[in-house]
């Protein structure tokens, strides 16, 4: 399973974001995080559990300082400081300072670079995390069922998770966000069964958001059951949608 130890990693070439430094604001060691997704290249949570110390907001803002001023001095894109990592970011009790900390940082070596971050959308429910993942350029909210009980079965959220609570904290979003979904069956479940799909349409319509990442398992993944779909048996799902006029990226 894949596992970042450096705060500051890359860039790497990301399928979404282009030329992409990678920031992990999660402990280094293992997995910390409140989904447990069947699919997650880090693996399950249980394997994951060796450190539970997150970097401080020094340390992260050491590290953001040197890797950018170096790339910046070599000349070295960078399109995307994407947060993402061993889990989800926003868990970090300093998110909100180390989103401006970046921003600073961004406005210094690379002003043209979009800051993203990959979210699981759980805790958009608190003010301090809303309010910073608006004020950056990328703020990429996953919702990858439209039922409470796929959730469960696919995400498998550590503690209470309602997808309606999650829904309306999207909503003062006013539609400015990244809508992810991944697309994937078992032989337990289907994402794109023909009323899971219609209900996640329904979703989209009612989020507006302004554009849509839909993709499918590219890395190994801790459950070995999963099955992949195509781009193109995913994009006739969502042709309704951008028939509508969504923007959507559909990535195999």
């Not at 990301?14 to 989904?35: A, D, E, H, I, W």
């Not at 061993?86 to 002003?111: K, Q, S, V, W």
């Not at 995390?129 to 990429?140: Q, R, T």
């Not at 042709?239 to 509508?244: A, Q």
Request: proline share 6%; with cysteine; aromatic share 8%.
């Amino acid at each position: 399973m894949l596992h970042f130890d450096d705060i500051v990693f890359g860039p790497i070439f990301s399928r979404r974001l282009g030329s992409s430094l990678g920031v992990n604001v999660l402990p280094s060691k293992g997995k910390l995080c409140n989904f447990d997704c069947v699919y997650c290249e880090c693996g399950w949570n249980k394997d994951g559990i060796a450190e539970r110390r997150f970097p401080s907001l020094e340390e992260v803002e050491a590290a953001l300082e040197e890797k950018m001023s170096k790339a910046s001095a070599e000349g070295v894109p960078v399109d995307s400081i994407t947060f993402s990592g061993n889990g989800e970011p926003t868990m970090h009790p300093d998110f909100p300072e180390i989103i401006d900390a970046t921003l600073r940082c961004r406005d210094r070596y690379f002003p043209q670079a979009k800051v993203s971050v990959l979210s699981n959308a759980t805790l958009i429910g608190r003010s301090a995390v809303a309010e910073a993942l608006m004020k950056i350029d990328n703020p990429i909210l996953k919702i990858d069922a439209s039922s409470d009980a796929l959730i469960s079965m696919i995400n498998k959220p550590v503690g209470s998770y309602r997808l309606a609570e999650v829904i309306e904290a999207m909503k003062k979003f006013n539609g400015n966000f990244i809508l992810q979904t991944m697309f994937l069956r078992s032989p337990d479940f289907d994402t794109a069964a023909p009323e899971a799909l219609e209900n996640w349409m329904d979703i989209v319509r009612e989020l507006k958001p302004r554009e849509i990442m839909v993709y499918t398992i590219d890395r190994e993944t801790p459950d070995k059951s999963l099955q992949k779909y195509t781009v193109e048996e995913m994009t006739a799902f969502v042709r309704p949608l951008m028939d509508e006029g969504f923007k959507i990226q559909v990535r195999g």
